[in-house]
C-alpha cells in the first residue's frame, strides 16, 4: 500500500533542499476571533517585507479570504484533483505577490481518495515547499479530524484568542487538544481585540499560566492586537486592513509584531527535510 507515497518521502529525504517554507497554521477554540483576517494582513505584512507567502484558506466552504480580499478564486483544490492542474493554475495572486488558493472541500478529500490522487496532491504541495518562505493555512471554525491534520502537521500554530473568558476557555481547550496530539508542537499565543495592552497582557499571562499548569506547556507570546474600527471598515470594502490604513493602530501593532517574528530570533525547531509533507503522508497511511 501506498508506495508511491513511500517513494515521495524517500525522494524528500534524499534531496538536497537548502530552502524550505515555515508552514503555520492559524487556529482558534471558536469562530468570529479574527482567524481569517489576522492570517491575511500577516501574510500581507510578510510579503511586504519580499518573503514569498501562500495563504491557504482550508475554512471550507465559507470562502473567506476570497471575500475579505476581494479576489474571487476562480479554482480550488477540489479542481486540482479532479481535472489534475498543478498548484499554480489554481493559484491567486494578492496584494504584494501574496499567492493564494482556496482550499474548498478538496484538503479534507486527502485522506478519503485513492493513492494516485494522494499522491498527485501530496507532490503538488510539496513544490510549493520547496518555492515559498512561508505557507500560512487559515483554519475554519472546529477541529474536525480532517483539519487536525494539517494543523499537527505545521511547523508552528498560532492561536487566537480575545480577552473574553468564553474565547480563552475555547483557545485553552484547543491548545489542550493540539497538546494530546504533539506535545512537541510550537504554540504562539495571538490576543486579537484587546481593548488595551493591559488587557491582552492580562490574558496573555492567565493562558500561559493554564498551559503550564495543567499541561506543562510553554506558549510563546506572539503579540497583542488591539480592538480597532478600522476591522470592520476594511471589511466592508473588501480591503485587508493593512492596505486599508497603513497608519491604523493594529497595522502598526502588526508591523511590529511581524518584525518581531521575522528577525527576533525565537528559534526554528529543525523538524527534519519537509516535516510537513512527510506528517501529511504518515496521517494519510495511519486513515
Ligand atoms: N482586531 C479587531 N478589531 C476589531 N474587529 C475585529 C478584529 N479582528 C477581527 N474583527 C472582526 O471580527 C469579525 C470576525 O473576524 P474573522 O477574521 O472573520 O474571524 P474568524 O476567521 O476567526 O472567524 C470580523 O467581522 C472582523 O470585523
Ligand atoms: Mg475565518
Known sequence: MLDQATNLRKRINQMNRSKEAKTIAVVSGKGGVGKSNFSLNFAITLSKMNKKVLLFDLDIGMGNIDILMGVQAKQTIVDLYEKEL????????????????AGGSGLRELFHMGEK?????????DELILKYDYIILDMGAGASLDTMRYVLASDEIIILSTPEPTSMMDAYAMMKHIHYYDHGILMYLLVNQAQSNKEGEQTTK??????????????IPLGILPKDKVVSKAVLTQTPFSIFDPKAKITRALDELVAQYETGGIKNQNNGPSAFINKLIKFVKER
Do not use: A
Open 206 to 219: 492567565r493562558l500561559q499560566q493554564v498551559m503550564k499548569r495543567f499541561l506543562q506547556k510553554d506558549i
Open 86 to 101: 498543478s498548484v499554480y493554475d489554481i493559484m491567486e495572486s494578492g496584494p504584494y505577490s501574496l499567492s493564494y488558493i
Open 117 to 125: 490522487k494522494q499522491n498527485f496532491f501530496l507532490n503538488q504541495l
